[in-house]
């Protein structure tokens, strides 16, 4: 019999080394190995003052023992199995939910943090003056091939973005969940994950936060982020991934009119993003599976602030691409396009590498000493 525990265990939670004051929610479904790696890159924190949950999706291999194990060797780590599969994004909710921290994060079973990840953010958390909705530290990507990757747009010093500037940093430049420190309270008063955004969750979540707190970013690189092809937004069809973005941003703009942030701020900063966002969806839609979608895309364009004759001069002009199967040619050079930006983008990438090798070069002897330690090649 495995001993599980809820995330709510009191009795558990007195077990922890000094008073927690972080949880680490680690959700996971049938990648032992992965998970295993995932919590030794948390008990290997500089910063002592956590528990871990490990939330099991009705795992049926040998998850259970695997997290037994971790028990075993450090009363910080908790485990709890549902009895049926739940889905990955509720979860996370579940996890989310049952904080009793103050402050929490949440760690994808196939990502990894640095060691450093927990007081460098903690740092910037105790040192602000106002309290903060989150603090970000840099992530790197590791792919299938085992190349790591500094991608991300993020500040090279720390700072503190207050709203609406934080906003606009969410929707454009994104915040990864892997590097990420909440403030439980904060994070509690704009509700969990919202369904309908599917692969936009993580950008919404943050540019929500955004609107109400002001949010921290530290340089040093807390976590690392497997990039791989079966991920959501791999699997994820063209549509539904570009009409949830709509959905998304539609409801953080709800969210900053009821805050009172300036419409002529929106206007100049974040309305262009939703214009381009319009545009390149009505190209990218126009072909047999996605003509269907412009009525649905006509509405959520209207919804972000695109002008309606703007919206029906755009979707006429996309019809009519499509009937005369222009629409075909045109995609099909974007996907040329696409390709030969990215076959560039990877040379930069390997060049800005060479520049800043230091932290890449330290995320790769953490992961693979974490790998070496799981018995992963």
């Not at 599976?289 to 972000?304: N, Q, T």
């Amino acid at each position: 019999m495995v001993r599980s525990c809820r995330p709510d265990c009191n009795r558990c939670s007195s077990r922890a080394v000094g008073e927690p004051k972080v949880t680490t929610i680690i959700p996971t479904y049938e990648r032992p190995t992965l998970m295993k790696r995932a919590v030794l890159s948390v008990l290997g924190q500089s910063y002592p003052d956590f528990v871990i949950q490990i939330l099991d999706n009705a795992s049926t291999d040998d998850t259970a023992s695997v997290a037994q194990g971790l028990m075993e060797a450090d009363p910080r780590v908790h485990y709890y199995r549902h009895e049926e599969n739940i889905g990955s994004l509720n979860n996370m909710i579940y996890g989310m939910q049952n904080v009793t921290t103050q402050y929490f994060n949440i760690l994808c079973d196939d990502d990894v943090l640095l060691p450093d990840f927990m007081r460098d953010a903690l740092l910037v958390h105790q040192e602000s003056d106002s309290p903060l909705a989150f603090v970000s530290t840099r992530v790197v990507a590791v792919n299938e091939d085992g190349q790591f990757v500094n991608k991300m747009i993020h500040p090279k010093q720390a700072c503190i973005l207050t709203p609406p500037e934080g906003i606009a940093h969410c929707l454009k430049a994104g915040v990864s969940l892997t590097g990420v420190v909440y403030r439980t309270h904060a994070m509690s008063e704009i509700g969990a994950f919202r369904q309908s955004w599917w692969n936009w969750t993580e950008t919404g979540w943050h540019a929500l936060a955004a609107v109400t707190a002001p949010i921290g970013f530290s340089p040093t690189v807390g976590g690392i982020f497997s990039d791989h092809t079966d991920g959501g937004s791999k699997r994820m069809g063209r549509i539904e991934f570009r009409l949830s973005w709509f959905k998304m941003f539609a409801d953080v703009y709800d969210k900053a009119q009821e805050c009172h942030i300036s419409s002529a701020w929106w206007t100049r900063h974040l309305r262009p993003l939703a214009y381009r966002k319009f545009f390149g969806s009505a190209v990218r839609l126009c072909n047999a599976d996605g003509f269907e979608s412009y009525a649905e895309l006509g509405r959520l364009g209207r919804e972000v602030g695109v002008r309606s004759l703007t919206v029906t001069l755009t979707l006429t002009v996309a019809r009519i691409a499509r009937v005369l199967w222009v629409g075909r040619l045109v995609n099909a050079l974007l996907d040329v396009c696409q390709w030969i930006r990215w076959t560039v983008l990877a040379g930069l990438l390997r060049s800005r590498k060479n520049q800043n090798n230091h932290c890449l070069d330290t995320a790769s002897r953490v992961f693979c000493n974490l790998n070496e330690e799981v018995g992963l090649n």
